[in-house]
Nanobody
Framework: QVQLAESGGGSVQAGGSLRLSCSAS????????MGWFRQAQGKEREGVAC???????KYADFVKGRFTVSIDKTTNTLYLEMNSLKPEDTAIYYC????????????????????WGQGTQVTVSS
């Protein structure tokens, strides 16, 4: 098991930037696949980006070119750098981790992740 804690959410205007962090503790020596999901009010949770211990990222089409996911294995921290934010990016952002590798589409399925953080709110105003 791994415990996850997100931070870095907040309120910004459209076009602004935020960096989310996800600190992992517990069984961090296991090879983990980690991802970011988000859930807007009234909508289903959706995959945003993910990476593995080798640093191979995957992105949802709606964030490509704007968001960057990275992992610092020395501190067991996952990051999501978000630039050119839009009002439609407003959501609660969750960090997730799972020990099994994910494919080109399965990475974005929330049911494929066993461990979740509590979420952090991101609000983008127009």
């Amino acid at each position: 098991q791994v415990q996850l804690a997100e931070s870095g959410g907040g309120s910004v205007q459209a076009g602004g930037s935020l960096r989310l962090s996800c600190s992992a503790s517990g069984s961090t020596h296991i090879w983990w696949y980690m991802g970011w999901f988000r859930q807007a009010q009234g909508k289903e949770r959706e995959g945003v980006a993910c990476t593995d211990s080798f640093g191979a990222p995957k992105y949802a089409d709606f964030v490509k070119g704007r968001f960057t996911v990275s992992i610092d294995k020395t501190t067991n921290t996952l990051y999501l750098e978000m630039n050119s934010l839009k009002p439609e990016d407003t959501a609660i952002y969750y960090c997730a981790a799972d020990p099994f590798p994910k494919g080109p589409t399965s990475w974005a399925v929330s049911e494929n992740y066993r461990n979740w953080g509590q979420g952090t709110q991101v609000t983008v105003s127009s």
